[in-house]
């Protein structure tokens, strides 16, 4: 059943502590916000997450990866519970599995992603690591559209932080995460404006977000 405001159905995808899946159910829960969370999914039964969303009233299941024999059976698992839950915009938050191009051609232009680092720089794993050990002096998260090369669709905002004289890879992550809280919803919300017609009653912020 489709909600009575007719604003677009977001899914997020999780398989851990879903802490950015937290701040964009903060960011839905307001009520100028244009869209609504309408599923938690997580591959991962025991993801953190799932307990915040259910105290939430949000709608949870779970599609343990481990019981498909292949990435595609997963996938067509996935996408025939999306599709019950009417569902018009995917967000990955710390979503662990590669999705297939069958997926990710599926979802074209409706699936999102954070990413822990400025991208086109670190694409993949231990991006907190790597920045340290390149020296950089500016660090920070990205949203981006999701297409089938990993890490590589079209940026839709960033956040930059400054890496600091002693940062480890934890105090670095931290100050990643805190922005990444910041941008997540910051861009969701750009992006809903951009891709479907909604009267914008909310602030959208600028491509580059500097926390
Ligand atoms: C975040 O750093 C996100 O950028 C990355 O995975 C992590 C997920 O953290 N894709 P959380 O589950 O949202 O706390």
Redo the contacts with the bound molecule.
């Keep these: 059943m489709s909600s009575p405001k007719q604003m677009p159905r977001i899914a997020i995808l999780?398989?851990?502590?879903?802490?950015?899946?937290?701040?964009l159910i903060e960011a839905a829960s307001q009520a100028k916000f244009p869209a609504e969370i309408s599923l938690v999914l997580s591959n991962k039964p025991q993801?953190?997450?799932l307990e915040y969303a259910q105290s939430h009233k949000i709608p949870t299941s779970v599609i343990d990866h481990r019981r498909f024999e292949d990435r595609e059976t997963f996938e067509q698992a996935l996408d025939e519970v999306l599709h019950k839950a009417k569902i018009d915009l995917i967000c990955?938050?710390?979503?662990?599995r590669v999705l297939t191009p069958w997926f990710i051609t599926r979802w074209q232009g409706k699936l999102i992603?954070?990413?822990?680092a400025l991208l086109p720089s670190y694409k993949g794993l231990h991006?907190h690591e790597r920045a340290l050990a390149d020296g950089v002096k500016i660090h920070g998260?990205t949203v981006h559209h999701v297409v089938p090369e990993v890490d590589a669709g079209p940026i839709i905002a960033q956040a930059a932080v400054p890496v600091l004289e002693n940062d480890t890879a934890e105090t670095l992550?931290a100050r990643?995460?805190a922005a990444?809280?910041k941008l997540y919803p910051l861009a969701l919300q750009k992006f809903l404006k951009k891709n479907f017609d909604i009267s914008q009653k909310s602030d959208p912020n600028s491509q580059l977000i500097s926390v």
């Design positions: 999780i398989s851990g502590r879903g802490s950015n899946m937290r701040a993801a953190g997450g990955l938050a710390g979503f662990m992603n954070i990413h822990p991006t998260c992550g990643v995460l990444e809280h």
